[in-house]
């Protein structure tokens, strides 16, 4: 496993599949290519980097309010 808490660069995180009936979401982080987490809603910290929220709707929110249509 590849050692990235000496490191300042933020990782990747690449949604690989959602199962809205389950709940469950799968996820694979950069520093990890190979290996899949599955979580049971919104993980709250990615077991290989330990970035907190690592697929947090957060980011992509703040695109889709800041841009807005004029009437």
């Known amino acids: 496993m590849t050692d990235v808490s000496k490191s300042?660069?933020?990782?990747?995180?690449?949604?690989?599949?959602?199962?809205?009936?389950?709940?469950?979401?799968?996820f694979a982080c950069e520093s990890q290519p190979l290996a899949t987490v599955r979580s049971y809603g919104l993980p709250s910290r990615c077991p290989f980097c330990q970035l907190e929220n690592p697929v947090s709707t957060v980011l992509s929110m703040k695109?889709?309010?800041?841009?807005?249509e004029k009437i």
């Open 8 to 26: 300042s660069a933020q990782l990747l995180h690449f949604v690989e599949a959602v199962d809205e009936r389950r709940g469950l979401l799968s």
């Open 63 to 68: 695109k889709v309010g800041s841009h807005q």
